[in-house]
T-cell receptor, first 114, second 118 residues
Framework: AQSVTQPDIHITVSEGASLELRCNYS??????LFWYVQSPGQGLQLLLK??????LVQGIKGFEAEFKRSQSSFNLRKPSVHWSDAAEYFC????????????FGTGTRLTIIP | DTGVSQNPRHKITKRGQNVTFRCDPI?????LYWYRQTLGQGPEFLTY????????KSRLLSDRFSAERPKGSFSTLEIQRTEQGDSAMYLC????????????????FGEGSRLTVL
């Protein structure tokens, strides 16, 4: 069965600093990987996804993620965070073929300090 | 607003009562998903529909839970004889799947319906 681990429950960074959120996955075949963001009072929004091709994926809001098969990782990065990036971030995995049934990690809560 | 709509947004009920949540997906989407999210956890898959057919149910979905999508448009999730452990955010999501095998990948989520069982 597929699974996702987000080792960091809570991360605090200063506005303007760089950010990296960790995600490790477990899946027997080629994974379909996602990062979603959940802001208070809002639904989950897709930031980016990866299923093949270039291992560095660009997403919305200036985020990017890098797929590393050898490390089973799909870390999310942003070079300079903004106060509006404060939210909960979820990594998820799905089977490449089939339906969009996602297995989510437990999330990383991001706090931005001035 | 053409996004996924869920009602009610918040429901407080007493243990043993029945509750029903409604989800209106994006109109052209043929797949509809229900997830449950508890505090400090990521969303967990409950069930999904392709058009009106319920194609998969998680073991999390006990006999007290039933979901329908009668005309392939909106869906309802009913919980009978609620228990305090049912307190959670219930999320609905939709997607547009083609007839091909490769999944489209992106789910569009509603804002959720929060259930509090006293």
């Amino acid at each position: 069965a597929q699974s996702v681990t987000q080792p960091d429950i809570h991360i605090t960074v200063s506005e303007g600093a760089s950010l990296e959120l960790r995600c490790n996955y477990s899946y027997g075949a080629t994974p379909y990987l996602f990062w979603y963001v959940q802001s208070p009072g809002q639904g989950l929004q897709l930031l980016l996804k990866y299923f093949s091709g270039d291992t560095l994926v660009q997403g919305i809001k200036g985020f990017e993620a890098e797929f590393k098969r050898s490390q089973s990782s799909f870390n999310l990065r942003k070079p300079s965070v903004h106060w509006s990036d404060a939210a909960e971030y979820f990594c998820a995995v799905a089977a490449l073929f089939g339906n969009e049934k996602l297995t989510f990690g437990t999330g990383t809560r991001l706090t931005i300090i001035p | 607003d053409t996004g996924v709509s869920q009602n009610p947004r918040h429901k407080i009920t007493k243990r043993g009562q029945n509750v029903t949540f409604r989800c209106d997906p994006i109109s052209e989407h043929n797949r509809l998903y229900w997830y449950r999210q508890t505090l400090g956890q990521g969303p967990e898959f409950l069930t999904y529909f392709q058009n009106e057919a319920q194609l998969e149910k998680s073991r999390l979905l006990s006999d007290r839970f039933s979901a329908e999508r009668p005309k392939g448009s909106f869906s309802t999730l009913e919980i009978q004889r609620t228990e305090q452990g049912d307190s959670a955010m219930y999320l609905c999501a939709s997607s547009l799947a083609s007839g091909r095998q490769r999944n489209t990948g992106e789910l569009f989520f509603g804002e959720g319906s929060r259930l509090t069982v006293l």
